[in-house]
């Protein structure tokens, strides 16, 4: 693999945006802590952080989440 192909798991391409459908529950299983923190915080980076959480909970509640089971990852954030 050439150096030019080697990003971080939580870079984020520029065609990804808060409407794409991002499953938590399948970040929250495929990566680490730190890359579940880089990742929330690229997107808040490009994006505030309100529309970022307001996102997350959406998605969560979408997905039979009651708003108080969010996955682990994203309680942790949330304190």
Do not use: C, K
Not at 10 to 35: C, F, H, K, Q, W
Not at 62 to 73: A, I, K, S, V, Y
Request: net charge negative; glycine share 4%; no cysteine.
């Amino acid at each position: 693999m050439s150096a030019d192909n080697r990003r971080p798991v939580y870079s984020i391409p520029p065609y990804v945006t808060l409407n794409s459908r991002i499953d938590v529950d399948d970040i929250a299983r495929s990566v680490g802590y730190l890359e579940q923190a880089g990742l929330l915080l690229t997107l808040m980076r490009r994006y505030s952080p309100a529309n970022v959480w307001a996102a997350v909970r959406e998605y969560a509640i979408e997905q039979n989440h009651d708003g108080r089971d969010l996955p682990d990852f994203i309680d942790r954030f949330a304190l």
